[in-house]
T-cell receptor, first 112, second 113 residues
Framework: KQEVTQIPAALSVPEGENLVLNCSFTDSAIYNLQWFRQDPGKGLTSLLLIQSSQREQTSGRLNASLDKSSGRSTLYIAASQPGDSATYLCAVRQQGYSTLTFGKGTMLLVSP | DAGVIQSPRHEVTEMGQEVTLRCKPI?????LFWYRQTMMRGLELLIYFNNNVPIDDSGMPEDRFSAKMPNASFSTLKIQPSEPRDSAVYFC???????????FGDGTRLSIL
């Protein structure tokens, strides 16, 4: 059974810092991996989706990498801003399945 | 382009009552997912529909939970009878296909007293 772990569970940084969020998964036979953002009281917003054949995806100040063989993904946020404060979740889709397995998220607080 | 629409946003009811949560997926999306989120267990898949047909309901906790998708634009999740341990945020998500991201609604915050 696939398990997804996110470290750290919480992170507090001053504005302007570059930061890295980590995601690991136990079964490397994945189809793709998705990073989401969740604001308090809201649903999840998809940030980046990386197919298993890809190594990274970029969107603005966000860069997600995938190392399938080692079961790891990182989300890099450049020049963090208070508006980046949210919970970030990682989810993987197994090969042959259409459903996602989620990590429990990293709660990020960026202070002005 | 309207996103996934869920109703109600909040529901507070007494133990034993029937609860019905509603979801309208994004038009053109043929897969729909119901999730439950709690602090202890995180986000868990309850059931998944493809082309209105339930494909995987292994996450449905017990027979008190049921879900339907009578057409491509509407789904319900019903709990009968409800119990305090069902208190959680319930999310609906949809996607066009498995190569595309899932899009989530804002959820229904359910409190069973």
């Amino acid at each position: 059974k696939q398990e997804v772990t996110q470290i750290p569970a919480a992170l507090s940084v001053p504005e302007g810092e570059n930061l890295v969020l980590n995601c690991s998964f136990t079964d490397s036979a994945i189809y793709n991996l998705q990073w989401f953002r969740q604001d308090p009281g809201k649903g999840l917003t998809s940030l980046l989706l990386i197919q298993s054949s890809q190594r990274e995806q970029t969107s603005g100040r966000l860069n997600a990498s995938l190392d399938k063989s080692s079961g790891r993904s990182t989300l890099y946020i450049a020049a963090s801003q208070p508006g980046d404060s949210a919970t970030y979740l990682c989810a993987v889709r197994q090969q042959g399945y259409s459903t996602l397995t989620f990590g429990k998220g990293t709660m990020l607080l960026v202070s002005p | 382009d309207a996103g996934v629409i869920q109703s109600p946003r909040h529901e507070v009811t007494e133990m034993g009552q029937e609860v019905t949560l509603r979801c309208k997926p994004i038009s053109g999306h043929n897969s729909l997912f119901w999730y439950r989120q709690t602090m202890m267990r995180g986000l868990e898949l309850l059931i998944y529909f493809n082309n209105n047909v339930p494909i995987d309901d292994s996450g449905m906790p017990e027979d008190r939970f049921s879900a339907k998708m009578p057409n491509a634009s509407f789904s319900t999740l019903k709990i009968q009878p409800s119990e305090p341990r069902d208190s959680a945020v319930y999310f609906c998500a949809s996607t066009r296909d498995r190569n595309q991201p899932q899009h989530f609604g804002d959820g229904t915050r359910l409190s069973i007293l």
